[in-house]
């Protein structure tokens, strides 16, 4: 349990949804129909406007670079628990709030619909199980971990703060924007070095990579890692940073990008019969429990 942070930093939002909520509202689905953006809008209020520009305060202001090393040497340990998946499912589950009326899909859903549109599609089984599993990560949450450390967009640490992230003001506040070391356009890394060498603001995302890092093809892992990075994915923000190589990946980002944000469909697939398929499907790939 973090206990320098009052409860109102820990939860800023409502439910972590909220921020993915806000996610869909920046980049809409090219795809929707007039008509249901209109609905989405109506239901987006300004309460959940301020909880959201709250959320992303505190992230922007904490998120440092040594916040992020503390947080790896706590995590990557992954002496906190020891699970299936199906339990870490579960487990993610327990984070449904009934407190947020839109909330009617709970994680397991949102897995699962995701998964369920990639499998439509006719993609190999492992983009199937990178469907499935992606935000187990948020299990971080029920670890006591604040929202803004579990989901939110997410960024290089260690150099300038690209104006294209959302929210960029909310920066000034961060200490690193005060650090010679970090604040140049490069920072501690070199021009075009490549993502692995490059650290990323901590949450779900680095922390289910780190996870899954023996068991899974890169492909899958570089959606893993960096599906949270929209400053990256959608604007293009540090191209500066990218290899080649990241390039080639972030192919495979963008395509799982609108699984992940546009798959929520009205009748939700029936997650009992389809726990069979998804029990062999994680048997191919992963251990019977895994370390968290
Ligand atoms: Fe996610
Ligand atoms: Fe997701």
């Given at each position: 349990m973090n206990t320098q942070f009052n409860e109102k930093e820990i939860s800023p939002l409502a439910s972590i949804e909220e921020w993915e909520d806000d996610v869909l509202q920046r980049y809409p689905d090219p795809e929707a129909t007039d008509k249901s953006k209109e609905e989405y809008r109506n239901y987006t209020d300004s309460e959940r406007v301020d909880t959201v520009r709250e959320f992303y305060r505190l992230n922007h202001t904490y998120q440092t670079y040594d916040f992020v090393v503390e947080k790896e040497r706590e995590f990557l340990a992954f002496n906190k628990r020891e699970?299936?998946?199906w339990d870490a499912v579960d487990f993610l589950n327990t984070l449904v709030d009934d407190s947020d009326p839109d909330t009617s899909l709970d994680q397991l859903q949102h897995l699962m619909q995701t998964s369920e549109a990639i499998?439509?599609?006719?993609?190999?089984?492992?983009?199937?199980?990178?469907?499935?599993?992606?935000?187990?990560?948020?299990?971080?949450?029920?670890?006591?971990?604040?929202?803004?450390?579990?989901?939110?967009?997410?960024?290089?640490v260690g150099c300038k703060h690209s104006d294209k992230i959302v929210y960029p003001e909310f920066f000034e506040a961060n200490p690193d924007s005060q650090d010679e070391r970090y604040n140049t356009k490069y920072g501690v890394y070199e021009p075009n070095c490549?993502?692995?060498?490059?650290?990323?603001?901590?949450?779900?995302d680095e922390y289910l990579y780190q996870i899954m890092k023996p068991y899974l093809p890169e492909e899958a892992l570089y959606m893993i890692r960096y599906h949270s990075f929209?400053?990256?994915?959608?604007?293009?923000?540090?191209?500066h940073l990218m290899s080649e190589h990241d390039h080639k990946m972030f192919e495979w980002v963008n395509k799982f990008n609108p699984y992940d944000l546009?798959?929520?469909?009205?009748v939700p697939p029936d997650a009992k019969a389809l726990r069979p398929y998804y029990e062999e499907l994680v048997a191919k790939y992963l251990p019977a429990t895994i370390r968290f």
């Open positions: 699970m299936s998946i499998r439509a599609d006719g993609h190999p089984d492992w983009f199937v199980l990178t469907g499935f599993l992606h935000d187990l990560g948020k299990v971080l949450c029920l670890f006591g971990e604040p929202q803004w450390a579990v989901v939110g967009d997410t960024f290089p490549g993502l692995k060498n490059v650290k990323m603001s901590w949450g779900h929209y400053s990256q994915h959608r604007e293009n923000a540090y191209d546009y798959s929520k469909v009205p």
